[in-house]
């Protein structure tokens, strides 16, 4: 049937409008939720003074979205289309050297990415170590990690998640917090150090991760803001994570660069290497190039390490329902 030529200004908004719900209906939903129902453990009051920084990266052409001086921990929610969730989850936990957090390159997008492929994503915003906020400033990052993995755990059948399917990844200081939570899950730092629900992430993926005190490769900076400026050798030690690997830690993906000039790569190797030593299944990439802090984007390569991350999931089987 011929469409009469005035009809089609008026047609053809309609269509594309349909065709952009049609888009979005097949996207993963995205919404952001507190962490905590109730008072934020060791909350120190005061006025929510939070800030947002956005830019470009000039190298790499990415929107960083830069948050500061966080009070209230939230956990924005990128779910897949119910037709391609996989069960599935991972807690992200942006870097930043435990100043700020880069939660656009290094939370948001990647979460997207995530969701596009079937698996829950879930960006965490935590407190920083700042004494304004808590009155355990160097536990309060480990606190709002914890309380993320209970809060997936308990919410899988609303979001379609295994809860033997939950793992945590960090970038840079991220990284370590990530890193931490795979390694001091036996104790619940949200609770007091009572025994609660599973705290243990099912596998870790850390990039360009923190995570060694030893002054001949540690990122000082990260260690300094989390700890003082003169911590005591037995807080280094505890949160010196490849001194914390057992065999019970979880199975563990590594990305970082060999020109790392702000996170030394011997930190993955140190973390690698103990992993090993315990027997946990372990894979690691250590690029040629790439500095610090390109997130999705090492440019100085044609591999993609998002699909080598899929491909490493997908052989332990931590993909699928």
Request: aromatic residues 10%; proline residues 7%.
């Amino acid at each position: 049937m011929a469409i009469h030529p005035k009809f089609k200004y008026f047609l053809l908004p309609l269509l594309l409008l349909c065709m952009s719900l049609s888009e979005v209906c097949g996207q993963q939903s995205r919404q952001v939720i507190p962490l905590y129902k109730g008072k934020i453990p060791n909350e120190v009051p005061g006025p929510d003074e939070e800030k947002v920084d956005k830019s470009i990266d000039s190298r790499y052409n990415f929107e960083k979205a830069h948050i500061t001086n966080v009070r209230k921990p939230t956990l924005t929610v990128f779910l897949p289309a119910k037709d391609k969730a996989n069960g599935t989850a991972v807690l992200i936990c942006p870097g930043g050297g435990y100043a700020m957090e880069a939660a656009g390159h290094e939370g948001y997008e990647v979460a997207e990415r995530f969701a596009k492929q079937g698996i829950a994503a879930f960006v965490l915003k935590y407190r920083l170590p700042d004494a304004k906020v808590s009155s355990q400033p160097a536990i309060a990052p480990l606190q709002d990690a914890q309380q993320g993995l209970k809060l997936i755990r308990e919410n899988a059948d609303k979001w379609h998640i295994n809860p033997d399917k939950v793992g945590i990844m960090g970038f840079s200081a991220g990284g370590h917090l990530a890193a931490t939570a795979g390694t001091h899950f036996q104790k619940s730092y949200v609770n007091g150090g009572k025994p609660e629900a599973n705290l243990r992430p099912d596998f870790m993926l850390l990039i360009y991760p923190v995570i060694s005190s030893d002054k001949n490769i540690a990122h000082l900076g990260s260690f300094q803001r989390l700890l003082g400026e003169n911590p005591s050798a037995e807080q280094l030690r505890l949160f010196s994570n490849e001194l914390q690997v057992t065999p019970q830690t979880p199975p563990t993906f590594l990305i970082h660069a060999s020109d790392d000039n702000v996170v030394p790569v011997e930190n993955s190797i140190v973390f690698y290497q103990a992993l090993v030593k315990n027997k946990i299944p372990a894979e690691m990439h250590i690029y040629q190039n790439g500095g610090h802090g390109f997130g999705m984007h090492n440019s100085t390569t044609a591999d993609d390490w998002f699909e080598s991350c899929l491909n490493w999931l997908r052989s332990n089987d931590f993909l699928g329902k």
